[in-house]
Nanobody
Framework: VQLQACGGGLVQPGGSLRLSCVASGSIASIPAMGWYRQISEKPRELIATVINGRSPNYADSVKGRFTISRDNAKNTIYLQMNNLQPDDTAVYYC????????????WGQGTQVTVSS
């Protein structure tokens, strides 16, 4: 499965963006999918996960502002980001779990989000 992330860009503080991650194959059988972000040279950080049949989980840094969702029929996951702040500036990556339980296993190529006035 290949993942293609898109939707990044430049936004002002307080603004919103929606990231999409389209898979080349079915994601219905992929239990966990999520979004990571990497700020400058810091380690990649898991910020949101969505597992089939369960409530999403979020890092404290984005809880209440970001919403992850998945549409298995469209083989796509989304990250709705509201009230963006300069600290959210990062490269955002989508990821998926392998069929042998390893997460993350599949990676998207990353999309840049820049929050600046």
């Amino acid at each position: 499965v290949q993942l293609q992330a898109c939707g990044g860009g430049l936004v002002q503080p307080g603004g919103s963006l929606r990231l999409s991650c389209v898979a080349s194959g079915s994601i219905a059988s992929i239990p966990a999918m999520g979004w990571y972000r990497q700020i400058s040279e810091k380690p990649r950080e898991l910020i949101a996960t969505v597992i089939n049949g369960r409530s999403p989980n979020y890092a404290d840094s984005v809880k209440g502002r970001f919403t992850i969702s998945r549409d298995n029929a469209k083989n796509t996951i989304y990250l709705q980001m509201n009230n963006l702040q300069p600290d959210d500036t990062a490269v955002y990556y989508c990821a998926g779990e392998s069929d042998f339980g390893l997460f993350p296993y599949y990676w998207g190529q990353g999309t840049q989000v820049t929050v600046s006035s």
